[in-house]
């Protein structure tokens, strides 16, 4: 085992340029990769920035927890039917509402 070390650390040394370009790639090609999973992991954030946050209303009432799972949560109804029901009712009762609408 310890022969297969010594011939790849000989080889490593003897051809000095072929091991530069082979990590310099392998570097480059890490660091494509953490780029576009960063690039895409910001817009993903920012999408749905856009779409939650983007000043339809004054309110945006959602189920316990869906701030903390918002990453896999699609952007659906997130409250069940009888909870929505309950909100609107209250939201109803509020003289200085004008008009609402429910929202996806």
């Known amino acids: 085992m310890l022969n297969i070390f010594k011939i790849a650390i000989r080889n490593l040394l003897r051809y000095k340029r072929r091991t530069l370009l082979t990590a310099s790639l ?5 660091v494509f990769v953490l780029v576009f999973i960063s690039v895409s992991g910001a817009f993903k954030s920012i999408m749905i920035g856009q779409i939650t946050d983007s000043f339809l ?6 189920k316990m927890g869906y701030l903390a799972s918002i990453d896999t949560l699609p952007l659906t109804m997130n409250m069940d039917a009888k909870a929505v029901k309950k909100v609107e009712e209250a939201i109803s009762r509020i003289s200085e509402i004008e008009a609402y609408s429910p929202r996806i």
């Open 57 to 62: 209303g004054h309110i945006q009432i959602h």
């Open 26 to 30: 392998v570097a480059i090609g890490v």
